[in-house]
């Protein structure tokens, strides 16, 4: 099973800061990682795919960047709404595996 | 716009099956995506479950495989989950989700709200 570590487990900012969270992975998963964005008691949002290809929507400040085995989601300038917990995820073919980190929570400085 | 809607019992028993089912919304079950099963035991990460495609093919965690079948219903545009001989560590807030398996897409996107299940006797 591939493993994703996340890191840091607990990023403080400040709106307007950049924030720049990482996921790696225990083996290469191509540039197959995805980030998803959870705010307290809702479902996770698809944010980036293919480590780098924002979803429908998403705004331009949010950037994935990586390949192999390190990702990076970049937040340009935090706005108050993107205070959150974000989770990468993975799926791997052969054989058949999907995993998700366990999480960087995002919180007001 | 997508959506997808899960519902069943909130409490069941230790050693019971734990059933479920998720109802989508503004598409077709019968469309090019696997849909999925995902859960978040309370303070943990996430655990992709299993996903179906609308011919009946599946896929499972390995860790949950001996316990789980996942269902699908194409007249009432819907899938199902049972997982059998639960335990407290079954405890946790289940999703369905659309996509994770398969060509058309390796994200899960989107996903229903939510329903915790708890197992207590």
């Known amino acids: 099973e591939i493993v994703l570590t996340q890191s840091p487990a607990t990023l403080s900012l400040s709106p307007g800061e950049r924030a720049t969270l990482s996921c790696r992975a225990s083996?290469?998963?191509?540039?197959?990682l995805a980030w998803y964005q959870q705010k307290p008691g809702q479902a996770p949002r698809l944010l980036i795919y293919?480590?780098?290809n924002r979803a429908t929507g998403i705004p331009a400040r949010f950037s994935g960047s990586g390949s192999g085995t390190d990702f990076t989601l970049t937040i340009s300038s935090l706005e108050p709404e993107d205070f959150a917990v974000y989770l990468c995820?993975?799926?791997?073919?052969?054989?058949?595996?999907?995993?998700f980190g366990q999480g960087t929570r995002l919180e007001i400085k | 716009q997508v959506q997808l809607q899960e519902s069943g019992p909130g409490l069941v028993k230790p050693s019971e099956t734990l059933s479920l089912t998720c109802t989508v919304s503004?598409?077709?079950?019968?469309?090019?995506?696997?849909w999925g099963w995902i859960r978040q035991p309370p303070g943990k990460g996430l655990e992709w479950i299993g996903s179906?495609?609308?011919?009946?093919?599946?896929y499972y965690n390995p860790s949950l495989k001996s316990r789980v079948t996942i269902s699908v219903d194409t007249v009432k545009n819907q899938f199902s989950l049972r997982l059998s001989s639960v335990t407290a560590a079954d405890t946790a807030l289940y999703y369905c989700?659309?996509?994770?398996?398969?060509?058309?897409?390796?994200?899960?996107?989107?996903w229903g709200q939510g329903t915790l299940v708890t197992v207590s006797s």
């Open positions: 989700a659309r996509g994770g398996v398969g060509s058309a897409s390796r994200w899960f996107d989107p």
């Open positions: 503004s598409d077709s079950i019968f469309s090019d995506y696997y």
């Open positions: 179906i495609y609308h011919s009946g093919i599946t």
């Open positions: 083996q290469s998963v191509s540039r197959y």
């Open positions: 293919d480590a780098s």
């Open positions: 995820q993975q799926r791997n073919d052969w054989p058949l595996s999907i995993t």
